[in-house]
């Protein structure tokens, strides 16, 4: 006769025999507690290995999953770095370039006109010392990001175009939503506007982010004039058109944007703030 086998419903113990056990042996749970297993259920195997419909299988699958995604990600952007970077690079020199009124230049012709115009790009201090003198006119002042600028550490782009002396500074801010940024290109004389480049991150389209087109908004800045006329004070301003402001010339008045008064805000405010650190550079004969 065929041995029987009972399962406690407490604990799962099996127990094979002609009848269940008076008390179960893992968790002294009474007879009454035991039911025969019948059939199949009584016949069917064990299952060998991992369980995979247990809660440790879903974690170490889940854990292996993120590892070779991780995995993957880490090196496609490995892969990836050395173009990335070169894009930032040639980006960077295309705004250079802009603020300097050479616009729309080909990407794959950036590096060849940046190289032709920049003659270096210097590292000066708020008195006008220079710090590193650029030579090599993309590792210097050129390499200083936008959040290691200050008064000791001035990146300036000293610049020849069709044979004049021009000067690039960079400028940054704070618009509406986000980060703007840009640069500001001057005549040998330190004080008039030859040309000028804004970006934003993340301001508003149609309004705020007219601060990026040449004809709405950049082109107004070209033959201002950035200081005072003691050459005290930076001077140029952006604000609302028709808005009377004491001591505020023509040479030095820029429209803000219509409808997008915070943002103009902003790059007034990044104007004065970052241009006045270099006033004594500005002001010095060279």
Known sequence: MATKKFKCSVCGYIHEGDAAPEKCPACQAPASKFEEIAGTEAEKPAKKGLNTDGNTYTIIYSCVVVIIVAFLLAFVSKILEPQST???????????????????VEKADVE?????????????????????????KDADGFAVEDKNISEKNLPLYVCKVNGETKYVIPVTGKGLWDAIWGY????????TIYGVYFSHKGETAGLGALITEYDKFQKQFEGKKLMNADRSAVAISVVKKGKTVNGLSDDSRCDAITGATLTSNGVNAMLKDCLVRFMTFLNTNE
Request: charged residues 35%.
């Open 86 to 104: 070169a894009n930032v690079r040639i980006d960077k020199k295309s705004q250079i370039l802009a603020a300097l009124n050479l616009r729309n």
């Open 112 to 136: 060849k006109k940046y190289e032709e115009v920049i003659v270096a790009d210097e590292i000066i201090d708020k008195d006008g010392n220079v710090i590193k003198k650029g030579a090599s």
């Open 184 to 191: 500001v290109a001057l005549n040998a004389d330190k004080n």
